[in-house]
């Protein structure tokens, strides 16, 4: 599953070969010359001298995932990864992509994001979510928000809109309806799966044909929680991060993934190793050394992307640089 990078070069133009290994690049600081792009074949862009693949990578939770469930988890996931890929190949920025994902799973009953949120300890539903942008260390970010019906674009809003990383509870929500997305009708939020919760969180990470990574998360929390609880998941660095590099997504017990700052402490790891899968699991370890319960989808800036949990299951969907594509609920 893991890919090599591959960057191509003709050797003749002067074109740069970059190092993506190189710190100075971390957050996109260092200007890459980028020349003209060549050829467009699918599962990359191929430009002179340097080839950017386009990856992606979906998780719809980690958790118990019952057998019944794991067709409807599998085809949720693939179809919000094919519908995110096709926007990376038509050029689309990977900010584009991961919201696009995540949309679609925040739609879907099964997950628990959005409409398929679980409902805390008053029977309410509060939601979670962020957006990274790798490229520029930048993020939005909604905690216990309501009444929306796709807290991730909120998120976004709140990243491209205002001079701030997070906004929370009644402020968060009335942000929302003032910036026109409409209020969603609690009653919706609450689906048949949600009253029966097996798994946890959404996320998506995506690389981009000019080479950028986004990551994103979305998450209804935990079951029963107490009304203003606030989870990993819109905390940069816990539930998502992403730098010039590398990006993560999590999954899992909120008080856990906060513990060891799980997302930053795999994209660290992915920094200077290149198998995102040892990164991952690196996560998993930090997460078993303090009996924590989660999961995590990391993917590289030459493609290759890697998961790991230590939970009985968890819902993958990816394409990775080369184009190789992959769903499952892993057991
Ligand atoms: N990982 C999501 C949460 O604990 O809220």
Redesign the pocket.
Known sequence: MQRAAREESDGQNGTERTDPTDPSDLHGSRVLRRPRPLCYDGAHIAVKGVTTMIALIIHGGAGKWPENKHARAKAGCEAARDAAYRLLQNGASALDAVEEALRILEDDPLFNAGTGSHPNAAGEIEM?AIIVDGSGCRFGAVAAIQKVQHPISVARRVMDATPHCLLAGCGGTQFAHEQGFPEYRTELLRTADSASPSQ??VGAVALDSQGRIAAATS?G??ANKLPGRV???PIFGC?AYANGLAGASA????ED?MRVMMARSVVDAACVDPDPSRAARHGVRLLDEIHGTGGIICLRREGAVGFACNTPAMAVAFIDGQGTRASFVKA
């Open positions: 979670d946890d969180t998450t929390g935990t989870g990993d998941s539930g999954t899992g017990v909120g993934l």
